[in-house]
């Protein structure tokens, strides 16, 4: 009799699901009172929950399930490889087919000599190995003091306590004792909502010239690396300007500082490339990776890094891993997922069918009356919520209430589409259809419909002073 089954009435699984479950980022108290949404199975790009409803997944999960639900060819991996090899480590000189065979193809897929992955169970994980790594190689180098890594505000890089010092979160920070020590953050390049009367391309690049003055600020000998995303995710979807990338590209290569691209959610053909770094034209020494590696369907990640960086560390015992690096049973589905993802050219679809189609429903939002800009690169969109489109104006009310509202309305037409504050983001599996795409705008509108009404309804359609 297997241990989980799916057919106690929702209530009951609510009550228990309160009872004993701590959810993240979430007031368990309050919860408990408003009850979850029991989600049952998945097919394709629809989620099913214990009420019977078919819900359109316009997030892929949580940005990772890339290549949609239901591939048997995955599960059918992870059921041969368990009985294979369900576990063995990589600490002790042994080491396994299926971390080799994932390694190699990863850095077959990766650009230029990024060539060496070292194995996490997560994005958070991969992080933290990346603050160990940037650190140590420098020490390595001689120059134990550049230890200082340069983070963005409102960037996310997962919610270990080192991974969560990284990202720019100020809620996290607010809990539990972080940053860490050395870890800077410089303003992020959201045009919308910080860049005031500039134009966008010299917000872009005043937003980069930051690393520069920081680095001259602390004297390069003591910043070892700046860490981002190649587009912001969880931050907003926030897309940056052309001028940006390129200049601190160059503010990199000039002052000697190890570039880290954070690729967990940009990875694995989410902005129309296999990576974000080649979308926006960047050269990292690392990359993170997680979530599309495998689809979601393992958890796994992990950080590939360049042949240099990986030299100066092999010179030495890097004291740091983790009991799940390189498992068999992640790394053979996250193989099977790479697998589909280049032979089904996935990537392909994105640019040519899925990209365009997103785009075109996408930026046909931006005639609502409560919609200002429409970001979007490959399957990745956002879109600002806004009392005022002309002046980019916020909403006098707490930020992340019209948002709310509006995901509610949401969910209430069986589509997932999150929000950020006021930004409402989507980012659905890369395999949608075209036809899947024209579904999503459709509840997509009658959402931002129905959240207006009801703005309207209680007067809360006042911008900010
Ligand atoms: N880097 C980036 C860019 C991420 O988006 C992580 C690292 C951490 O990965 P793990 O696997 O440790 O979660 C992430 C994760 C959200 C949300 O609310 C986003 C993430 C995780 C949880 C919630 O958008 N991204």
């Known amino acids: 009799m297997p241990a989980i089954t799916n057919h106690l009435p929702t209530a009951e699984l609510q009550a228990l699901d309160a009872a004993h479950h701590m959810h993240p980022f979430t007031a368990n108290t309050e919860l408990a009172e408003t009850g979850t949404k029991v989600i049952t199975r998945a097919d394709g790009v629809y989620l099913h929950d214990s009420d019977g409803n078919k819900i359109l997944d316009g997030m892929a999960g949580l ?206 053909g989410r902005t129309g490339n296999w990576f974000g770094t080649q979308t926006v034209g960047i050269k990292p020494h690392i990359m993170t990776i997680a979530k599309g590696l495998s689809s979601g369907y393992q958890p796994i990640g992990g950080s590939v890094v360049c042949d240099e960086v990986a030299e100066v560390i092999g010179s030495d015992e890097f004291n740091h891993g983790y009991t799940y690096s390189g498992h068999p049973v992640a790394s053979a589905v996250a193989l099977e997922n790479l697998r589909i993802l280049e032979e089904e050219d996935v990537v392909g679809h994105v640019q040519n069918v899925a990209g365009p189609a997103l785009a075109e429903t996408w930026h046909g939002l931006s005639d609502h009356p409560l919609v200002g800009e429409t970001t979007l690169v490959g399957m990745m969109a956002s879109l600002a919520l806004t009392p005022h489109k002309e002046s980019r104006a916020k909403f006098a009310m707490d930020a992340g209430t019209a948002g709310f509202m509006c995901r509610e309305r949401s969910f209430a037409n069986n589509l997932i589409m999150r929000h950020v504050y006021d930004r409402m983001v989507v980012s659905p599996p890369l395999v949608m259809t075209p036809e899947d795409i024209t579904e999503l705008g459709k509840r997509a509108r009658t959402a931002l419909d129905e959240c207006y009404a009801q703005l309207k309804e209680h007067d809360m359609l006042k911008p900010a002073d």
Request: with cysteine.
């Open 63 to 268: 940005w990772c399930v890339n290549i949609g639900y239901g591939r048997n060819e995955l599960a059918d991996a992870a059921a041969r490889q368990m009985r294979e090899l369900p576990y063995y480590n990589t600490f002790f000189k042994t080491t396994h087919v299926p971390a080799i065979a994932l390694a190699k193809k990863i850095a077959e897929l990766a650009p230029g000599d990024l060539n060496h992955v070292f194995f996490a169970g997560s994005g958070s994980e991969a992080n933290d190995t990346n603050i160990r790594m940037v650190r140590h190689y420098w020490a390595l180098k001689g120059k134990p003091n550049k230890s200082i890594i340069i983070s963005r505000k409102n960037a996310y890089h997962g919610s270990s306590v080192g991974s969560g010092s990284l990202g720019g979160m100020a809620p996290m920070h607010a809990q539990g004792g972080l940053p860490i020590p050395d870890i800077l953050h410089i303003n992020q390049p959201n045009w919308w909502a910080e860049g005031g009367g500039m134009d966008r391309d010299a917000f872009g690049l005043a937003r980069a010239q930051e690393l520069e003055e920081a680095i001259l600020e602390h004297g390069e000998d003591r910043i070892a690396a700046f860490i981002a995303e190649p587009i912001q995710g969880a931050g907003g979807v926030i897309v940056p300007p052309d001028t940006y990338w390129p200049e601190i590209q160059r503010i990199c290569d000039k002052y000697e500082i190890l570039l880290i691209a954070d690729e967990v959610i940009c990875g694995f």
